[in-house]
Every structure is written in structure tokens, then in C-alpha cells.
């Protein structure tokens, strides 16, 4: 054994010496070149599975139960797709169709088999991948574009190049791991007809789509990498973390999504690293595209951390590919499921296979952080590669603890400096505070919006997408033109919209060119965690200051909301401060009129997708509204004018399709305003069980809550409970550093702290 | 122990000896006879808890797990209360308001420390509960009427007779236990200032309460009796088994819910057992209700079993009480929840207290089913008490079998000959048929409706009650309006409505006076179970046959229903035919339009609450209807013609309280039709992930479905699959027995066979 691994240690030197040369020799590829061919067999499979790797798999397989079980599901699998027969029809259809789907599941048969002929030392595996592999080749060398045209940038196995990039990432790790089984011949045959015009297709050929950021090109720029990684071919490497030399592209042209096609020329694995993620790991699209791009990002870093360690890639920007794993989990909720930010489909979560990759690869290649462990036993599966046999051992040795969850602040902007997105956890209660920029393509135009969960389940919901992805009855599981209408909207999302019309008119070309800033947060105390940030684009010549609070009160069961929201205007304007709640209206204290027919409230900028299911006059002082969800009871308190009116809405108007969900909101509506402040707390409070039919905690602990100062640099709220006891919040608006001293008098009470905020 | 054990058996025939004597001279009880004290003191415990149960219990404690873990709750619980002190506050709030919590837990706590009194001999316990009753003592002697005026029969305690009677039960439990505690002044105070007046108000001053056939007489008589027992007061006794002696009370007054109050003059608890179960055990407001009323019938008859053995309380009417139970756990989906027939809160489940009773009754007082067991063992709870002790021994000894739900036909009225329900179960598609008599006071009016189910989860739901049960934000927790305007409307259930009014026109003395009759039901083959039933009184002049299966086709992934309504009229009708469906719309096979705003339905019996949403014209053949809720594919696929309309609806209009759920229908509505029949299959299929977005099987599998016969003896049906194989079922409309003979050709083709239908 000993010196197989010298041999080993000795053939990898080899390769990198020859590396570094062949770097200047860009167009000669070490494949051809038959004096290495040798240490070059000798060191497959290289890329995700190291020989290495192969050898300790091999002597632990059997006592690592989570690694062991893995691979008993994933051979059972691949066992019935061998007995089943290789199938590579001519491609036809779009995502949900049936070739869309036979060679979406080929690439994940080819890639697992790949694998096992590895671990399990067994041809016939090898076999099945060879075949299939020749059946593509047979095909691809004279196949056409794919026959359909929605797609800006045309696929030839898939519809759209992304998709035949995602079958190529998956491919390159399949014949990587027979690599050493085909004959020189075989493979010669394979790299010319298959995987380099293949690769040359998804890159030189669809520029529109390869040279770009975005997470289209993350697949493309991989897949490019990754079989040129496995070729050893230096053309294809460079072109993957480099881009296309020498190419320039129409910087104003745009995507089937709305976003730019090249804005900046910036283009390659390593922009695509640099640009969309900022230094604490945010990336710009949000948790849901980030899930998507994850995997060639990570898969990708492997197999350079493999075949070319050199480039460090794990330290690239400060080891943003590590940090952004660690954002990515702390932006789900507490079963895992991410936040629907932007253009996010619910019910994604950290259960997804891409998320597998991500916590093994964390765990391996980062601190070995035991939190990870206790992931990876909930998605009960681990990679079978090194970084898989890295987890089910410290599962073993008992490493496990939990992933603690806790507030964050997570930058946005390449640099984070794009204002960013605060999670602020108390308890149960999770509040996703948004003041990013725009999110690329995918979006939406809700600055300083957030969305609020108990426990996992959504109290205020963010809507997240209209689409149903890959279900073909809608749409051919695309986005729904009900995205663009509604859900990117500002009217969607829990946030101002003035005037009705969205932030940045909605329009992309405005809307990129800004982001929020943050004026603080601070999560030092435990019982009250707070952010603060300001927009000033959105309307030009209206500032939104919110301050978000997440305040644990002693004499309150659960934690509460405290949310103001300050407007300064210039000139006088209607704002619109919906509450998207879920469930049952259970009592409120104003009167309100429900009409006999459902109008829409508008004819536009999403309005004309929200009916009006009643209407009504605020209270001149406190509003307020109970709701019953999931067995649990929740109010909402907010300070209100009898000038203000309460509409109750559900979306569904001009929806000809039923496309969107028919959710409720109630929307807090101040005519005629320029400078206000929208003060409101929302509790979550008692429960009620089917079961034993009691109601516990059924009602507001709240008394009154009061605007006791709104001035440019601070804004104060008292908070009156049942008991008459009363706290005061008072927030900086501006000098809002943790060093700052106050020193600040209200109704001939004065007030010193420092700090950003005060409660007492 | 052994000396002891005959000592109590000595006292124990004693005691029997002596009330026989005792119920030759009604108006003397025992307890004033001194000579039989000591007898009479040493028998205590005996109504539930048994002096040679407590024995056994002991015995066994902490070699029981599930027995040990209910009384360490219990004891933390009571250990609580008695630290938290004793508060018996002056009766003032209605349902869910404080006074009336405070002495719902008041009963609860004094039950439970009785029997810890017992179980752990521990005089803590007995102290609690005397000092407890001694403060209700020293209130009630002078309590006038609960302030509260709301109810057709106010209590003291509560703001009703029920919720007195209920503490009454608990309570009769609580002084058994610490009978032998008090000195003989002591009981005499107890029963000459608290309990006996208690019972009276209950009772002979209630008898609108407590001389009827309704759950609300159940829980008065058990309330009497079990006092009763406890005092060995034969008065109060047969009072509780017979009804208040020579009462006549007017046979048209009303009650709250608009039942009658004494229509044919039966009364007391045995009455109370013949006249609601079936012989089946059908408890004929529903399960609901049934749960509700099962704790005093079972716990008074566990009473009755141990103080009056002669009476053979399990053993009347053929063992109703302990089928009754088997058929509560029948009428439960595979979560447990009881199907919400009639004013049933979705969501009460055999998780309930009561059947917790339920369970631990039939097991022990039954035949030890082992399936029982494994309830229990998900109740993760047993009674502190001989029942109890019974099924944490059997689980301890490992007896437990899984409680295998099988298709079931219950038949409803006091004779087994009013109609029914059918639950007809395929694999894990559940069909609820309801075709019985009224359901008392809390009947709705949907003769022949139906509910289905896959795997516990709703696919086209009952709609349930309108009521938030002891959520007092919601109209005090009780009945609202809308419960009459919309649940109990037939158009609020899935069966024909026509011409737009109600079954009965929605009339209690009309539906009372009715049942729907069974056709024929068939369960042998496990792969097609049918039920077939006909209603010939909800519409005068019109007759409806409903025969419903659920086949297992193999071509087929999962079961789907075929749902054949076959109507006949003498004038030509409007019949409207809901899918009361949940999720979202994917597909349809036809056009529909959808209105700017949204208008009701109609202006009365329920159709007020529909807002159209879209509406159609059908195909000429089949319509179909794709829709996707909780990640699961459904498709309706139903025979139309070109005459008929769609109507995509929502509940909510006209509902100024936002009391009623937005749910969905599609409703096919057929005009100026005499005779007709409608056919329709609705599939269950695939599956979606939101984690890994595929979609499995989102597509119906049926390409045809045709009416080949209709006439009055025979309706036939061709189901054709989308490769194009053919099914024909054809069902006996007449002569349908079992062992009828049938010879039929349809198309020059002929069909033999016996039985009620055929399929092939």
C-alpha cells in the first residue's frame, strides 16, 4: 500500500509541474500529449473523488453508517437504472417534459455510477457509464439545436444551455471515475465528437450565456472547468475561471429574465465568485439562487482545490465559498426551509442535494464545524467522496452538536458595501429584515421589506415567486407573467409603496444602480435584537428609515415585533404599509365594512391583483387587529390617525389563470402625508388546540402604544402593557454607532445611554 | 393482603344485598342508614376507581411505563394547582372567560387529585379536594342563577346546565375517592348543601336539559347518577336512568340549536343510549358529538358496572356502548381526526380525553382488542384507573397489534334502519358517505354527500361547523350565524343541490322526519370497495341513486373514486353538483372567464356565500379539472355536455365577520334537466417536491369516460385509460342484493353476473 501511495504522490508532482507549463501553452492540451499518458491514467479519478479519497472509503466502508447507507440507496438506484435499460432519446421537450426529464436523470445516473465503480471496484458500473457515454456521443455529433425556442441562449441535449451545462458538470465527475477504464481510444473519441464541442456550444457559442455574472454562467463557466479539469485541457480551465478571452458583448442587452446580459464585461468562475457574493457569503440573488448556484460553485472549487490547489480557492476573496455556506444556512428558518427573498420558490431547504454537497464540503474543507454534523444527520445522506467519508466519521466519533442558529447581519455588494439582509432571531420568532440591492434579475422591488416566522411557520409572509418550477401544466413550469405583475411588485411585500407604484418604477435599469444602507443593528442583548437601514432611491425625494426590534419582554409570553417605519418626504403623498398575515381574522377594534362585490384596489403596479374585502376608518389613536394561524393568536398594534384608513385585500383579482395564491393582507393606507411614521407591534401570543378546544393567551398583552418623539435624529415609542407597566424604545436615527453617546430629553424626562438604541 | 381482600369482599356483597333491598324503597338512601356506614365507607373507591384496583395499581406502579409516565404528568400537574392555591371565584363569564375556566380546571383538579389520593396514599391530595369542595359548599348553598342569560337552561356554576353537569361528573369522582377521608359530618354537609341541590338544578329544576334524548341530557344524567352511585342515592339513581318520574314536558319547544326539546317524551341515560346509537354503534349527531357525549356514557356506565353489576350496562342493547367506540375510531382519517360530518370542528381527534376513556373502556370491558393498544400507545396516555391498568399491562406485555382501519358501513337510527355512513377505504384514499337521518339538532342538510381523503389530508372536504369552538372573540366561542346561512345548506356539501334551495328546504321538522335509504354497499374485493344509497324525500318528485367506489385499478398508481348520481325527476330542475376541492387550479380542459369582480351566487340558502370566480361552458363530453394541493396531483375527469356550465366559486361573500374559510369549488351546474345522471372520476396521482422541484406523474390517466346505459335498473360506465384499455363498471340500480342474479347487453354485448355490481 505504502508505495502505491508514493507512486501516487510522486504522478500528482508530475502533473502540476506540467501544469504550470502548460499554462503558457494555452492551445497544446496535456491529453496530447503521450509521454504523460501514463502518470495521467495513473491519477483518476482526481476530481471530486481523489485516488486517494477511494483508498481510505475503501477501508472504512461498512462501519459509517450514514456513508454506508448513502451508498447502499444510491446502488440500489443505479442498479434498477442499469436492469432498466440506457435510454438517450432525441431531444424534444421543455423542463418537465419527458426527454427534458430522461436526460436529466441519465446525467445523475452517470455521475452515481461513476462513483461506485470507484468505491465498489466494480466494472459493470464502468460499463453502463461507457455505454451511455457512446450513446451520447453517437448522437451529439450531429445533433442540431434543440427544436425550442424560448430560450436567449439554446441547449442542444436540453432546451436551454444551462441545463445542458448542469448535465456536463455531472458528466465530467462520471467520466473522471472511468477515466482509467476506457481505452485512449475510447477516449479520444469522447473528447472530440462529445465533450468539446459540447463544451465549446454552452461557452464560445452561447457567449450570451457564458460570459456573464450570473448564476446561468456559475453552471456554464463549471461545466466548461470541470471536463477541462478531467481532459487536463488548459483552453477549457482558463476559459472556465477566466471567461472567453477577448470577447466583448452588447453591455445594454438583457436576458429572458429582464437582466442585463453583460453590463461590465466581467465574465468566468472567479467574477462569478467576486461579484455576486459579499464578504460575510450573501449572495445578491438570495438563498433560493444561491441553492442553485451553490453546487457548481462548490463542485467546481473541489476539483480545482484537487487538481489544482494552487489557486487556493477555498482562500479565494477571503474564503467567501466557505463563508457563503454559513450565510446560505443561516438564511433558512427553523425547519430549514429558506427564505423566500426575491424570485424564491417555498418550500426549498437546506434537504435539497446541493445543500448536501454544501455542508459536506463545509465541513471538510473548512474549520470542521460539529453544527454541520447535526445537518448532515437531518438530511440523513452524505456525498460519497472525501468530503462525505470527512462527515459520517465525525458523525461516528460523536462530534455531533447543533447548528445554533442566531441573529446575523449578512452584507450585500461585492465588497458589502450594498446594504445587506438582517435575521433576527429571538426565541421562536425569526424576522427577515431585506435592505440589499436589487438582486440581479431575480429581484424584487421591495426595499426595506421583511417577513416574520414562529417557529418555521410564516406570521407575515414574504410571497416569494409566482411560478411552479418544472410543473409543465403551468406555464411549462416557468415564470408566470404574474411574477413580473405581482410578485416583483412593492405592493407584494411588507414594506411603503407610495403613490401605488413600486419602488424604482420597478424597472431593473433603475432599480440595479441602488441599495439600502444600513443605519445599525445590534444583537449584543439577547432579549432585544434590533436593525436599522435606510432607502433613499426607491422614491427619489422620500426617505424609509425602518428599525426592526425583536424584544423579549419579561411580562410577555413571547417575543414581539416593534417595527417603525419613518417617512420623510418633500412633498405630500399616499403610502400604502400592508401586513401579509395568514389565517382567520379573530377581532378587531375599529369598525370595518365589507362590500357585497370584490373590486380590485387598482389597476396597476400589482394593485390590480389585490381585491378589497373590506374597508375602514382607523382609530385615532391605536389600531388593532387579531388573527388566528395554525392554532396560534396573533395581534397586530399599530398607531394610527382616524385619518387612515384599513383596507383588508386578498390577492386574486385579474388572475385569469389562477396563478396566484388567494393570500390575505391588511393594508394600513395614509393619504395626504409627508413626513410620518408607521409604528406598529405585532404578538405573537397563546394557542388553541382542536383537541382539548381551549384557547390560551387568546389576547394582546399590549395596552397602548405611543409615539412619544419623531424627530430627524431620534424616534420614541412607549409601550403600554394590560398591567399598565409601560417600556420606552428610543432609536438613534442618526449617530447610530455603538459608541455614540445620547443625551436626549422627552416630556421633561431626560435620557443618556450609549449605543444605537434604548429600552427600558 | 389476603385477610383484606376477602374483607372487602364480604362488604362488597353486603352492599349488593342492600340495594336491592334499597330500590324497593325509593325515597330512603342509604347514607341514612347508620347500621350500614362502615360497610358502606370501606367500599370507596368503587364507581371508577375500584378499592381492588387501587390494590392492583400499586401493585404494579413502576413496572407500567405508560400507566407511570400519565401519573407523573398527572402528579406535576396536581402538585401545581395545589401549590398555585385554591380559587373558586363567583360565577360570572360565558365560555372561555375566566370564571368559567377557572372551574373547568377546578373539576379537572379535584378528579385528578382524588385519584392521586388513592394511587399514592398520599393525604396532600385529600386534603386538596375536601378544602376545594368546601369552598363550593359554602358558595353554592346561596348561589343564585348564573348572570349570564344566554342559555335555554342556565346553570350555576357555568352559564349553562351542561357545563355544570359536566363538574358534576368529574366531581361525583373526586368524592368517591376521598370518601373515606371525611368524617360522616363532612359528607353530610357536602351532600345536603352542594350535592344534591347540584344535581337537583341539574335536573328536576333543569328538565328541559335533562328530560331529553341529547348529549346534553347524557352529561345531566351521568352527572345525577354517578352522584348517585357515590351517595348510594337511589332516588337520584333511577332519576338518572329513567328520567325525571311522571314529567310531561310540551313536545314542539326548541332548544338553542334548534332541536326539539321532548318530541316523544323519552328521557334518562338508558333512553339516551337506545335512541341516538344504532345498532352498529352510530351515534347519530356524528362523531363529533359523539366524542363529546362518550365520556359520560362510558364513565357512568364504568359506575354502573362496578356499583350495579346486575344492570349489565355493557351488555344493553346488544353491547352498543362498546361497538359505539369501535365505530368512533372508524369515523377517523389516518391521522385520527374524526370525519367532520354534520357540526363537527375539523381537527378533534381520538387525541381527545374522551377517547382516551374510549379506549381504555372497550379495552378492558371488552375483548382486550390489541389493535386498541397500539391507539393507546399513540395517546402516549392511559386512565389512572382499572381500565388503564388493563392496557399498560397489555402493552408491557407486548399484545399490541396496529388498529387496522377496514371499509365500514354503519347503519344509522335506534333500529339500524335509517340510513347510514359508509367509509370505504382503498389503500390510502378514504371515501366518507353519508347518506343517515338528520343528525338531531346538529344535522346539516346534505343527504348523500360526501368527503374523500388520501392518507389523512382533505382532497374534497366537508366544510364542517362555523364556530370557533370556546374562542370567545368569535361570538363567544359559540354557534355563529353563518353556521345556519352556509354549513348546514346542502350547496355547502357535495351532493345536488336543486334549484337552489336546501334538502328539506332546510327545514329540521321536515329532515328529521327523513333518512336516506341504502342501496347496497360492497366490500369482499379489496381492490373495489362500493356503496349505493338513495334519498327520495330531500326534493319531493325527485329521486337521487348515488353509488360511489373506489377502485384500485393496476393500470391505475393510486385508487381513484367513480362517483355515479343518478337523478329523476317529474319536473325539469336546475341541479348544481360542487367539488368542494382544495390547492390550486393548474389545468382544465376548457375555456373559463374570469370576472372583473367578484359577485355571489345567489342571495340565499348558502349560495350568498359563493363568489363566482370564472365560470364555463363544458365540453361534450368529458370536462377535466387538474389541480395541486399539498404537493399531491388531483384530476376530476367528468361527463358533461355542451349545455352545461362550470362555476369556479369561493366561500366568503356576505360574510361581514370574516367567519367563514375562502375555500374553493368547481361546481357543475346542469339546468332545465329532468332525469340525469352525473358521472365523474377523480384521481389521485404523483407528487411534487418543492426540494428537489420534480413533479412525478402530474398528469391524468384516464382519456375517456363515457355513459354507456342508463336506465332504471342499471347504469353503466366505460372508463378508458390513456393506453387505451377499457373498464366497464355497471351498477344495480334495482335488485341489488348480494346474491341477485343480473343478465344484461349493453351494445350487443352481453354481461352476466351476481352481486351488486360488475366490473371489468
Known amino acids: 500500500m505504502n508505495s502505491y501511495t508514493s507512486f501516487i504522490l510522486k504522478c500528482t508532482t508530475a502533473v502540476f509541474v506540467f501544469m504550470i507549463f502548460s499554462c503558457k501553452e494555452e492551445s497544446k492540451s496535456i491529453s496530447d500529449n503521450n509521454s504523460e499518458t501514463t502518470a495521467q491514467e495513473q491519477a483518476h479519478p482526481k476530481l471530486i473523488l481523489t485516488a486517494q479519497g477511494v483508498k481510505d472509503i475503501r477501508a472504512q466502508l461498512g462501519s459509517i453508517p450514514i456513508f454506508d447507507n448513502s451508498l447502499e440507496k444510491i446502488k440500489a438506484e443505479i442498479d434498477a437504472e442499469i436492469e432498466a435499460g440506457i435510454e438517450v432519446p432525441i431531444p424534444k421537450d421543455y423542463s418537465g417534459g419527458y426527454t427534458h426529464s430522461r436526460h436529466k436523470r441519465n446525467w445523475f445516473a452517470m455521475q452515481k455510477a461513476g462513483v461506485l465503480y470507484q468505491i465498489l471496484d466494480d466494472e459493470k458500473y464502468a460499463k453502463y457509464v461507457k455505454n451511455m457515454l457512446m450513446e451520447y456521443e453517437a448522437m451529439y455529433k450531429t445533433l442540431p439545436l434543440h427544436p425550442k425556442t424560448r430560450s436567449y441562449a439554446r441547449g442542444k441535449i436540453f432546451w436551454q444551455c444551462l441545463n445542458d451545462s448542469n448535465w456536463l458538470v455531472y458528466v465530467s465527475q462520471a467520466y473522471d471515475c472511468i477515466y482509467n477504464y476506457l481505452t485512449e481510444e475510447e477516449r479520444n473519441k469522447l473528447e472530440t465528437n462529445l465533450f468539446r464541442p459540447f463544451a465549446d456550444h454552452i ?23 470541470m471536463i477541462g479539469l478531467v481532459m487536463n485541457d488548459e483552453v477549457l480551465i482558463n476559459r472556465a475561471l477566466y471567461g472567453i478571452k477577448d470577447l466583448k458583448l452588447d453591455a445594454n442587452k438583457k436576458d429572458d429574465d429582464g437582466g442585463f446580459l453583460n453590463k461590465d464585461g466581467k465574465a468566468g468562475f472567479l467574477a462569478n465568485i467576486e461579484e455576486p457574493f459579499s464578504p460575510d457569503g450573501y449572495y445578491n440573488e438570495g438563498p433560493y439562487y444561491q441553492r442553485y448556484a451553490m453546487y457548481p460553485f462548490l463542485v467546481f472549487a473541489e476539483g480545482l482545490y484537487n487538481v489544482k490547489p494552487e489557486l487556493k480557492i477555498f482562500e479565494y476573496k477571503e474564503g467567501v465559498l466557505l463563508k457563503s455556506i454559513n450565510a446560505l444556512l443561516n438564511l433558512s428558518d427553523a425547519d430549514g426551509d429558506f427564505f423566500p427573498l426575491n424570485d424564491g420558490q417555498k418550500g426549498m431547504s437546506y434537504y435539497n442535494g446541493a445543500l448536501v454537497t454544501a455542508v459536506d464540503v463545509s465541513y471538510h474543507y473548512g474549520n470542521q464545524d460539529p453544527g454541520l454534523l447535526s445537518i448532515a444527520q437531518q438530511q440523513d445522506q452524505v456525498l460519497l467522496d472525501d468530503s462525505g467519508l470527512a462527515v459520517a466519521l465525525g458523525i461516528k466519533e460523536g462530534k455531533t452538536k447543533p447548528f445554533d442558529k442566531k441573529s446575523i447581519n449578512l452584507s450585500d455588494g461585492p465588497n458589502g458595501t450594498q446594504g445587506g439582509v438582517g435575521i433576527l432571531r429571538n426565541k421562536n420568532l425569526e424576522l427577515v429584515f431585506k435592505y440589499a440591492a436589487q438582486g440581479s434579475s431575480h429581484g424584487h422591488y421591495d426595499k426595506l421589506s421583511y417577513s416574520l416566522y414562529e417557529n418555521g411557520e410564516e406570521v407575515i409572509q414574504d410571497y416569494g415567486l409566482a411560478r411552479f418550477v418544472n410543473i409543465e401544466q403551468k406555464g411549462g413550469g416557468n415564470y408566470l407573467k404574474e411574477n413580473k405583475t405581482w410578485a416583483k411588485q412593492t405592493i407584494a411585500h411588507n414594506t411603503v409603496t407610495q403613490n401605488e407604484t413600486s419602488h424604482f418604477k420597478a424597472k431593473y435599469e433603475i432599480g440595479s444602480q441602488h441599495h439600502s444602507v444600513l443605519n445599525y443593528y445590534s444583537f449584543e442583548n439577547e432579549t432585544i435584537q434590533v436593525a436599522s437601514a435606510k432607502e433613499t432611491n426607491a422614491y427619489p425625494g422620500t426617505e424609509m428609515l425602518r428599525t426592526m426590534a425583536v424584544i423579549k419582554d419579561e411580562d410577555f409570553e413571547k417575543p414581539y415585533l416593534l417595527d417603525i417605519m419613518k417617512v420623510t418626504s418633500a412633498t405630500a403623498n399616499q403610502y400604502d404599509f400592508p401586513f401579509y398575515y395568514f389565517g382567520q381574522v379573530l377581532q378587531t377594534n375599529f369598525e370595518y365594512n365589507s362590500p357585497e362585490t370584490l373590486k380590485p384596489l387598482g389597476n396597476k403596479n400589482g ?73 406598529s407591534v405585532i404578538e405573537a401570543h397563546g394557542s388553541y388546540s382542536p383537541v382539548t378546544e381551549s384557547a390560551v393567551n387568546s389576547k394582546s398583552n399590549i395596552a397602548a402604544l405611543k409615539v412619544v418623539l419623531d424627530t430627524v435624529d431620534y424616534t420614541a415609542i412607549e409601550i403600554t402593557n394590560i398591567k399598565g407597566d409601560t417600556k420606552l424604545f428610543i432609536t438613534a436615527n442618526t449617530n447610530a454607532s455603538k459608541e455614540a453617546k445620547h443625551d436626549l430629553t422627552i416630556n421633561n424626562k431626560n435620557y443618556e445611554w450609549s449605543g444605537s438604541y434604548y429600552f427600558k
Not at 461557452?203 to 472547468?225: C, E, I, K, L, M
Not at 384608513?645 to 393582507?665: S, V, Y
Request: proline letters at 3%; glycine letters at 4%; zero cysteines.
Open 203 to 225: 461557452s464560445v457559442d452561447s457567449p450570451q450565456f457564458y460570459q456573464r455574472v450570473h448564476n446561468h454562467s456559475t453552471w456554464g463557466n463549471a461545466a466548461v472547468g
Open 607 to 679: 394593485y390590480q391583483h389585490l381585491y378589497i374585502e373590506a374597508t375602514a376608518k382607523a382609530n385615532n389613536d391605536n389600531s388593532k387587529f387579531s388573527w388566528l394561524n395554525t392554532n396560534k393568536f396573533y395581534t397586530l398594534t399599530t398607531v394610527t390617525s382616524n385619518k387612515d384608513e384599513l383596507l383588508f385585500t386578498r390577492i386574486g383579482a385579474n388572475d385569469p389563470q389562477f396563478n396566484l395564491r388567494k393570500d390575505p393582507a391588511l393594508i394600513l393606507r395614509r393619504k395626504n402625508a409627508k413626513n410620518t411614521v408607521f409604528v
